[in-house]
């Protein structure tokens, strides 16, 4: 360091010996929460490491992650022994942990938990209250910061798929202590301008940047909001309250924008497609028709109508005559008959008719008189009756039985002692 300018690597490397050199940087114990935690494939893991004033960057190498003894987690409060240390390239320090374990969740993580379940439990996360996002849309609206990348990657992705649609910014505020209320007042304004979708969100962050969307009167504008609502916060990995009470949620702003409108070069293929659909249906249609046509004007009965009426007018003839022909049978039958019945006996001479039946009534009544029983009574006998009905055997009655003795002369009532 003797010359007056020194290039930057060398006093990157001045500051990592100054580092180096100080055994209290060299054997740290830090606690603090989690956040922005990120394992990438090599098996490092790069984390922030914070408390209520300050955070420090921090890196736990594969040859230690690989010793952890549970899943770290973002809102994870925990205890870090290592040592802190200055990266040359770009002169940045960071907090190289070669142990850690926990120490509880952040408050922050606690109440993000807390909130999702008093609103899951009113039902403001079920599907069925989901609202459709349309195909085809033809305003967005869009509630965000109205400078950064989440603004400029939504405009250029609509306007590169699907440029027959216009888009309204809602500039708000995306962090800090006032973002909040200014996010529900941009949700409410955006009611009145006729939207189709409305797109919520900002780029990514740590959870304190992104805490504004874990706030409840954001949950329940987004809920409460008439227009159907995609959530884009942050980054995949990165889940918030409005991502649960959205109509759907998108991994990234630019993900948003690619839900909310689809592709015109897809909808013209799709278009192209069903042209094609329906002018090959109509074809066969027509050459349907056209031959049915064909066989309708080439049938016999249209180049020869006689044709038809020439059976009909045969058959008839045929009905005819046989109705001729058996009505005189039917006649000559009845009149036979009726020959028949005027030269019988029995017109000839009806008192045969009557004596007969005269003679068969007498012999009835001969054989009832034979089987009268007063006749019997009249010879000296009696006839008894038991409540009306004839009594013809002793085992038929018992004592105190009242009975009925008819005489030819008439009748007593006797009662059996």
Not at 35 to 58: A, Q, V
């Amino acid at each position: 360091m003797d010359n007056p300018y020194v290039t930057v690597s060398k006093l990157n490397e001045y500051i990592y010996r100054k580092f180096s050199k100080d055994r209290d940087l060299r054997n740290v114990y830090v606690k603090g929460e989690i956040s922005n935690f990120k394992t990438y494939p090599s098996g490092h893991c790069y984390f922030t490491l914070k408390d209520e004033d300050s955070r420090i960057s921090g890196v736990m190498f594969r040859n230690y992650a690989r010793l952890l003894k549970f899943e770290p987690k973002n809102g994870m409060k925990v205890l870090i022994k290592g040592e802190v240390s200055v990266y040359k390239n770009n002169g940045t320090y960071s907090l190289y942990a070669h142990k850690m374990t926990e120490d509880g969740l952040g408050d922050l993580y606690v109440a993000f938990e807390q909130l999702k379940k008093k609103l899951e439990k009113e039902g403001l996360f079920r599907d069925s209250l989901k609202k459709d996002i349309p195909k085809y849309p033809k305003r967005i609206g869009v509630v965000t910061a109205s400078t950064g990348a989440a603004i400029k990657d939504i405009i250029t992705t609509i306007k590169r798929r699907w440029p027959l649609c216009e888009v309204i910014l809602f500039p708000s505020l995306v962090q800090g202590e006032n973002a909040a209320p200014n996010i529900v007042n941009q949700i409410k304004k955006s009611e009145n301008f006729n939207l189709d979708t409305l797109i919520v969100g900002r780029g990514g962050g740590s959870i304190e940047d992104l805490w504004a969307f874990n706030e409840e009167i954001v949950a329940r504008a987004i809920f409460e909001c008439n227009i159907p609502v995609i959530s884009a916060v942050g980054h995949e990995v990165d889940f918030t309250i409005s991502d649960f009470v959205a109509d759907l949620r998108a991994p990234t702003p630019t993900a948003a924008a690619e839900l909310a409108v689809p592709k015109l070069s897809e909808v013209n293929n799709e278009i192209n497609q069903l042209n094609r659909r329906a002018n090959k249906s109509i074809v066969l249609k027509l050459s349907e028709y056209k031959n049915r046509y064909n066989n309708v004007i080439n049938n016999i009965i249209f180049r020869n109508p006689m044709s038809m009426y020439r059976p009909k007018q045969l058959g008839l003839d045929d009905l005819v005559s046989r109705l001729n022909f058996e009505s005189k049978n039917l006649i000559l039958a009845k009149k036979n008959s009726l020959l028949r019945l005027k030269n019988s006996h029995v017109l000839l001479n009806p008192k045969n008719i009557t004596e007969k039946k005269a003679n068969r009534l007498l012999q009835s009544m001969n054989k009832l008189e034979v089987l009268n029983p007063l006749n019997t009574v009249k010879r000296g006998y009696t006839l008894t009756k038991k409540e009306g009905k004839v009594v013809s055997s002793s085992k038929d009655l018992k004592k105190g039985d009242k009975l009925e003795v008819e005489f030819k002369d008439g009748s007593v009532n006797t009662e059996v002692i």
